[in-house]
């Protein structure tokens, strides 16, 4: 497929309001990182992850092309942060799950639209789900918590919630959305917490309030979409 032929096709399916919106938002990040004096690697991070999030919720699978060069930036901001559980979750699990996203979203692509079909969990499931989610969750805070972590509760429950929202996302469910919601408006809480404390990284913390905005919005539209 040509290059050209790509783009195209990553670009069906597009709301005017859905484009002017993510370009107002890349806008924002930019003149608010620049008069701020915010790091370079935040703004990429942040980008990134806010294209990674938009191109995933219109079920592209180039998003995960934006979602690898997030994740290598976020490591680096979780590293300088002494983040562990997120520098631990993101090298050793996502990077990896998002490669394997790529071959997983390929399999079930719709060829009419280029866009995945989307899943749902089934009720055994989700119970399985919330039990795991919560048992490794506590044993993570203890563990972060021996090693000196920051903010040890709020940084198990990001990781583990996140290792449950990566399995949904790459198993295309829905419910990765309320997953990335309580991921998401807990990570704000966190970086929100550094910012305070003079950490220059106010890219990241606009990305990570944008992201809860976009899980709600892309439940809202999943859901409709499978009610159809």
């Known amino acids: 497929m040509k290059i050209t032929e790509f783009i195209k096709n990553e670009l069906k399916g597009w709301k ?4 002017v919106g993510l370009f107002c938002v890349i806008v924002f990040i930019l003149v608010s990182s620049f008069l701020l004096k915010d790091k370079p690697v935040a703004v990429v991070s942040a980008i990134c992850g806010i294209l990674y999030t938009i191109i995933a919720g219109k079920g592209k699978i180039s998003c ?8 290598g930036c976020y490591s680096l901001l979780a590293f300088n942060n002494a983040i562990w559980g997120n520098l631990i979750l993101y090298l050793f699990y996502y990077i990896p799950m998002q490669l ?8 079930h692509l719709n060829t009419d639209t280029q866009e995945i079909y989307k899943t749902k969990l089934e009720p055994h499931e989700k119970k399985v789900l919330i039990f795991f989610c919560i048992l490794f969750t506590v044993i993570a805070a ?5 090693f000196n972590d920051k903010n040890p509760i709020i940084d198990a429950i990001t990781a583990v919630f996140s290792i449950a929202g990566m399995y949904l996302t790459v198993k295309r469910a829905i419910e990765q959305w309320i997953v990335w919601m309580i991921v998401n408006g807990l990570s704000f809480i966190m970086w ?7 950490e220059r990284a106010y890219a ?6 944008v992201y809860f905005i976009l899980a709600v919005y892309f439940y809202t539209e999943w859901k409709k979409e ?3």
């Open 226 to 228: 499978m009610d159809c």
């Open 64 to 71: 995960y092309f934006f979602g690898l060069c997030g994740s």
């Open 16 to 19: 005017r309001a859905e484009t």
């Open 204 to 209: 990241t913390l606009i990305m990570w309030s």
């Open 142 to 146: 203890f563990i972060l918590n021996y």
């Open 192 to 198: 929100l917490d550094l910012v305070c404390k003079g």
């Open 100 to 107: 394997l996203g790529i071959f997983k979203w390929k399999k």
